[in-house]
């Protein structure tokens, strides 16, 4: 028995012009800045992503991919004059990077008015590790890694006493900070940060989500709901502390 009907491919309709402006303005901020707009309507919560290596002062090959520090301070000084912005996510999955941009990163996000949250996905590496602690709270994917190390230094290095000097007022700078914004005491962050044998031909440790959180580096494991969550409750507190314990 034969079968006369045809199998008919649906036609997609042609896009309109409005739309296409729209899909190709979003596909180049993606290209250019590694940020796009929520696609549903405004969001009160601005979210950051800190990808790959931190560049810094130094214009690190092509075939690396990187987070400018260049970029994001300008984005956090946005976020925080905006009023319709009430609350900072920042998604870090990071290898680390220079650690002067690292840090002034961290600082930027830690005297921000708005609340804000950091959320560890991946990696948290290195110089990753004061930006991951520096947010109101922070939280990290069970399976995300945070690598703690001394300071390294790449390219010429004088061996003089006063490179030494210098590094040892950076570590400084790091572990100040660090322990200023978490849980850890300095002798525990200390302890991970110059442990052997748990890095091949390096000194230093990688803890994985749950130690990240037993050593007080991060507050809870958790994913994206968990961050929006949180911030969302951060948010209402701070309505509730603006408007004098009334809520509106």
Do not use: W
Request: net charge negative.
């Amino acid at each position: 028995m034969s079968n006369n009907k045809q199998e008919q491919t649906p036609q997609n309709p042609p896009a309109a012009p409005g739309e296409e402006v729209r899909k190709g303005t979003t596909v180049e901020t993606i290209q250019q800045l590694g940020q796009t707009v929520a696609p549903s309507g405004e969001s009160n919560i601005f979210c950051m992503t800190i990808i790959g290596q931190v560049e810094g002062h130094m214009v690190l090959p092509p075939q690396n991919k990187t987070t400018k520090y260049e970029h994001l301070i300008p984005q956090l000084v946005a976020a925080e004059q905006n009023a319709k912005i009430e609350g900072v996510l920042i998604i870090l999955n990071t290898v680390g990077g220079d650690v002067e941009a690292g840090l002034a990163i961290a600082e930027m996000i830690a005297t921000l008015s708005k609340p804000t949250v950091t959320l560890v996905l991946g990696g948290g590496h290195s110089i990753g590790v004061p930006i991951a602690v520096s947010a109101n709270h922070s939280i990290i994917a069970e399976t995300a890694t945070m690598t703690i190390h001394p300071i390294r230094l790449n390219g010429l290095v004088i061996g003089v006493p006063q490179t030494f000097e210098y590094l040892d007022k950076m570590q400084e700078r790091v572990i100040r900070f660090v322990t200023r914004h978490s849980r850890v005491d300095e002798g525990k962050f200390k302890e991970l940060m110059f442990k052997t044998g748990e890095l091949t031909r390096d000194i230093g440790t990688t803890v994985i989500g749950a130690d990240a959180v037993k050593y007080g580096l991060i507050d809870q494991i958790g994913g994206v709901g968990d961050a929006i969550r949180k911030l969302s409750g951060l948010i209402e507190e701070r309505r509730k502390v603006s408007t004098g314990g009334m809520v509106q």
